[in-house]
Every structure is written in structure tokens, then in C-alpha cells.
């Protein structure tokens, strides 16, 4: 076939296919939405139906019906938000009347307009986004057109609020308190590498010592016993200090991860047991403290991998057990119809199915 030309439709379908385009962002980080008409310089150019969505660190357009990101502002790349005709009835708001107090009435340029006695037209509703020569749009500037002078300026309000919000973390980031830097110091010390090699060795040397008190089983009262219980407090509070601060470094993060709620789980056993010391039914409380080891299945990888592989696999065999099942028990039933004259193997489904089961 005929060589593909580098503006060809073919060629920019091949180089669209061959792109993973980003998509929109999740509705949890959207700040506003709405389907615009969008053009690029203030030119003659043809509008563009897109829907444009603004989060707190960037503008991002795709089609209205789509989910594929066209083209994205980062939200300190914006020099500025601006009505596009604002100026051009600049003229018009200085004849506005003045209302009680020094207010103008004449606030925008529809309301200008009406005052002249002139029909406000699809043209007052654009507005721009002009952004930086030195940011990610090279000095490009977005003409947008809303479907009312309100919506413009919620949109243009909308923006320089997220601005000024961003700036203003960016300088906190970049001009700590002292109070920042401590937790950013905490933060990092809780999950650091020597921490959890730290913590893995602790847990690792509590089982060898729960493995030897169930060896010794020391008498009630006796030194030994007491040794034993003295090395469980000091281990306890040791994981209720750990689990204290990764509480605080994480907050309610902390709560969402399930491996973080299974040590809150055990520890909180371990701690409950002290307090019930003369019940009976301690030892079953005491018992959980074993399960401490499990935590270091998410500390080694070669760990995880092989109980994300067990995971994956429980329902394909519990499928196939209960299909046994299902195989055992028609079989059973055949049994005790063609076989119920020995009652001692087939004398009812469940002695049936126990006999073919063996």
C-alpha cells in the first residue's frame, strides 16, 4: 500500500493505539466538572465540545462522553483565570451607578450591557486560562465559554482558589515549621528500613520465647513462670509503643490497611489477657500472641507471594470440593437405592457416602 503521509489519519489512529492515555481523575479528587466549549489561543479557530475538570493540582480536558484525558493543566503552571471580555466594557462599568456604600452596580459585563440597553451575547460567557512560558503549556492560553456568567465565574473563582491553595502548600512544604520537620523526622524513623528489620527481630526472638514457655510449661507461682510473664509485658509494651506511633505517624490511614488492624487486634488481646489473669479461659486470650509472627509475612516478599498464591487459589478448590461433593453424594444416593440390603455400609445416605468417601 501507498506510504502513510505524517498528518494522515491512519498514522495518528497507529500513534493514538500505540499511547496509553491517562484518564480522568477519581470523583473524590474533583473539585468542579462541567462540559465546556474549548479552543487554544484567541483565535479562529473551531470550538471544541470537551468536559473540563478541575482538581486541587490541576485542569485536565477529555471528550464530553469520554474518559480519556486530551490535555491537562498543572495547576502552578496557570499564570491566571480571566473573563476574555470583561475589558472590553470597561468603559460601560465606569458610567454604572453606585449603590449605597461606594458598591458598583455594574458588576460584570452582561449587567454593563443591560445598562446600555444592549442584549448580553454568547461571547460574554468566555473566559481564559492563561498559563506560564516557563510551565508545562509553554505560554499557551485556553479560551473557554460557559454556559452562563455565573458558572464563568465560579470557574474562574474555583481556579484561583485551588491556586492560591496549592501556593500555599508548596510553601509550607518548602518552609517547614518546627513542629513539620519533627513528624517528617518521626515519619520517616517508624518506616524506615532499620525499623522494621528492628521490630521483625523482636517479634521473630517473642516466638522462640512463647515456643519455650509451651516446652518448659512452668509451674503456677514459680520463678520460671514469672520470667516468662515478665519477658510478655516487656514485649506487649514494646508492640503497644510501635503500634502507638504508627497510629500517630499514619492516623486514619492506619485504620484502612487490614494488616494494621490485625496487629491492633492481637495486641489488644494480649492486653485484655493481663487483666483477666484468675480466668480460666485466659490461655485462650494468652494464645493470640503467637500470631504475631504472621506479621512478618508482609515484611519478606517471597512470603507474600506465596499466601497471595494460596489466596488465589482458595475458590477454584473450594469449587472443585464442592463439585466432589456434589459427585460423592449422587453416587451415594445411587448406592443406597441398589445396595440397601447390607445396612451396615448403605444403610442410609450418610453411611453410604461415608463408605464411598473412604
Known amino acids: 500500500g501507498s506510504?502513510?503521509?505524517?498528518?494522515?489519519?491512519?498514522?495518528?489512529?497507529?500513534?493514538?493505539?500505540?499511547?496509553?492515555?491517562?484518564t480522568l481523575p477519581p470523583e473524590s479528587e474533583i473539585v468542579r466538572s462541567t462540559d465546556v466549549k474549548v479552543k487554544r489561543e484567541?483565535?479562529?479557530?473551531?470550538?471544541?465540545?470537551?468536559?473540563?475538570?478541575?482538581?486541587?493540582?490541576?485542569?485536565?480536558?477529555?471528550?464530553?462522553?469520554?474518559?480519556?484525558?486530551l490535555d491537562q493543566i498543572p495547576i502552578l503552571s496557570i499564570k491566571d483565570a480571566v473573563s476574555a471580555n470583561d475589558d472590553?466594557?470597561?468603559?460601560?462599568?465606569?458610567?454604572?451607578?453606585?449603590?449605597?456604600?461606594?458598591?458598583?452596580?455594574?458588576?460584570?459585563?452582561?449587567?454593563?450591557?443591560?445598562?446600555?440597553?444592549?442584549?448580553?451575547?454568547?461571547?460574554?460567557?468566555?473566559?481564559?486560562?492563561?498559563?506560564?512560558?516557563?510551565?508545562?503549556?509553554?505560554?499557551?492560553?485556553?479560551?473557554?465559554?460557559?454556559?452562563?456568567?455565573?458558572?464563568?465565574?465560579?470557574?474562574?473563582?474555583?481556579?484561583?482558589?485551588?491556586?492560591?491553595?496549592?501556593?500555599?502548600r508548596i510553601h509550607r512544604e518548602e518552609n517547614?515549621?518546627?513542629?513539620?520537620?519533627?513528624?517528617?523526622?518521626?515519619?520517616g524513623a517508624v518506616h524506615s528500613d532499620q525499623m522494621q528489620v528492628a521490630v521483625s527481630c523482636l517479634i521473630?526472638?517473642?516466638?522462640?520465647?512463647?515456643?519455650?514457655?509451651?516446652?518448659?510449661?512452668p509451674e503456677v507461682g514459680s520463678t520460671a513462670e514469672d520470667v516468662f510473664d515478665y519477658m510478655d509485658y516487656t514485649f506487649t509494651g514494646i508492640f503497644i509503643f510501635e503500634l502507638l506511633l504508627r497510629m500517630f505517624v499514619e492516623q486514619m490511614r492506619f485504620f484502612l490497611q487490614a494488616h494494621n488492624l490485625f496487629d491492633f487486634v492481637v495486641i489488644a488481646l494480649s492486653v485484655v489477657s493481663w487483666f483477666f489473669e484468675e480466668v480460666s479461659s485466659v490461655g485462650i486470650l494468652r494464645m493470640f500472641r503467637v500470631f504475631r509472627i504472621i506479621r512478618l509475612v508482609r515484611r519478606f516478599t517471597a512470603w507474600r507471594t506465596?499466601?497471595?498464591?494460596?489466596?488465589?487459589?482458595?475458590?477454584?478448590?473450594?469449587?472443585?470440593?464442592?463439585?466432589?461433593f456434589l459427585?460423592?453424594?449422587?453416587?451415594?444416593?445411587?448406592?443406597?437405592?441398589?445396595?440397601?440390603?447390607?445396612?451396615?455400609?448403605?444403610?442410609?445416605?450418610?453411611?453410604?457416602?461415608?463408605?464411598?468417601?473412604?
Open 176 to 187: 517547614p515549621t518546627a513542629a513539620a520537620r519533627a513528624f517528617r523526622t518521626l515519619e
Open 306 to 324: 506465596i499466601v497471595n498464591t494460596i489466596s488465589a487459589v482458595v475458590v477454584p478448590l473450594l469449587n472443585i470440593l464442592i463439585l466432589l
Open 42 to 69: 484567541r483565535s479562529t479557530q473551531q470550538w471544541h465540545s470537551r468536559k473540563l475538570v478541575l482538581t486541587s493540582k490541576e485542569i485536565v480536558f477529555s471528550r464530553v462522553h469520554g474518559c480519556d484525558v
Open 327 to 358: 459427585v460423592s453424594a449422587l453416587y451415594s444416593v445411587m448406592a443406597v437405592t441398589f445396595f440397601g440390603s447390607d445396612p451396615e455400609y448403605f444403610g442410609n445416605f450418610s453411611r453410604a457416602l461415608f463408605t464411598i468417601s473412604r
Open 3 to 22: 506510504p502513510l503521509r505524517p498528518g494522515s489519519t491512519s498514522l495518528r489512529a497507529r500513534r493514538q493505539s500505540l499511547l496509553l492515555l491517562p
Open 88 to 168: 472590553a466594557f470597561m468603559d460601560l462599568r465606569k458610567g454604572s451607578t453606585p449603590k449605597a456604600g461606594g458598591q458598583i452596580f455594574a458588576t460584570s459585563a452582561r449587567e454593563a450591557k443591560e445598562r446600555k440597553g444592549t442584549k448580553a451575547t454568547e461571547e460574554d460567557f468566555d473566559w481564559e486560562i492563561k498559563t506560564l512560558l516557563t510551565g508545562h503549556n509553554k505560554g499557551r492560553t485556553y479560551s473557554i465559554r460557559s454556559e452562563s456568567l455565573a458558572e464563568r465565574d465560579r470557574w474562574i473563582q474555583a481556579i484561583k482558589t485551588c491556586m492560591a491553595q496549592e501556593k500555599d
Open 204 to 217: 521473630i526472638f517473642n516466638f522462640i520465647v512463647n515456643i519455650a514457655n509451651v516446652e518448659v510449661m
